[in-house]
């Protein structure tokens, strides 16, 4: 089945400065790539997304970078401000069983 | 609010209660989704509802019973739960269960 690996598990980063976090999933046939922010007492909100026809796709501070030869996407935050503290999770579409797998999550620090 | 509201937001009971957690969409979805975070398992899928159908149970003990009356709502109902239960239930609802997910809140569950 899908597998996806997600690094690193904690992240503290300088306020202003850039914040990588890095996804690697198993199933070559997965087409959508999810990345979602949990703030303290909610849910996962959906931030950005990528599917596998694109290789790079932006939203203002964040992109998200595809490679599916070397199956791994990341999650690319700039100027990070302290509102970007949060858990950060990757996810992959496994086709063979049509659901989103998730990775093990990243805590995101930004220190003022 | 993301369209999607689980209630109550907090709970706790004891281990020879009986209890259920609820899930509302207003989305429009037909897939819905409980997943269990803890400090253990980040994102752990529970049952997977599709058009009203069970179609997935991952491995769940007996005393978590899923209901999914309608597209609209889904239920989770607790029963001699054990202390190691304790964590977030999340719920999800997502479109033919191919595109990204969008979660609700949680519900904080404490059994003592």
């Known amino acids: 089945g899908e597998n996806v690996e997600q690094h690193p598990s904690t992240l503290s980063v300088q306020e202003g400065d850039s914040a990588v976090i890095k996804c690697t999933y198993s199933?070559?046939?997965?087409?959508?790539f999810p990345w979602y922010k949990q703030e303290l007492g909610k849910g996962p909100q959906l931030i950005i997304d990528i599917r596998s026809n694109v290789g790079e796709k932006k939203d203002q501070r964040i992109a998200v970078t595809l490679n599916k030869t070397a199956k791994h996407f990341s999650l690319h935050i700039t100027e990070t401000q302290p509102e970007d503290s949060a858990v950060y999770f990757c996810a992959a579409m496994w086709q063979g069983a049509q659901k989103l797998v998730f990775g093990q999550g990243t805590r995101l620090t930004i220190n003022p | 609010e993301t369209g999607v509201t689980q209630t109550p937001r907090h709970l706790v009971m004891g281990m020879t209660n009986k209890k259920s957690l609820k899930c509302e969409q207003h989305l429009g979805h037909n897939a819905m989704y409980w997943y269990k975070q803890s400090a253990k398992k980040p994102l752990e899928l529970m049952f997977v509802?599709?058009?009203?159908?069970?179609?997935e149970n991952n491995s769940v003990p007996s005393r978590f019973s899923p209901e999914c009356p309608n597209s609209s709502h889904l239920f989770l109902h607790l029963h001699t739960l054990q202390p190691e239960d304790s964590a977030l239930y999340l719920c999800?609802?997502?479109?033919?269960?191919?595109?990204?997910?969008?979660f609700g809140s949680g519900t904080r569950l404490t059994v003592v």
């Open positions: 509802y599709n058009f009203k159908e069970q179609t």
């Open positions: 199933d070559s046939a997965s087409n959508y």
């Open positions: 999800a609802s997502s479109q033919d269960d191919r595109e990204g997910y969008t």
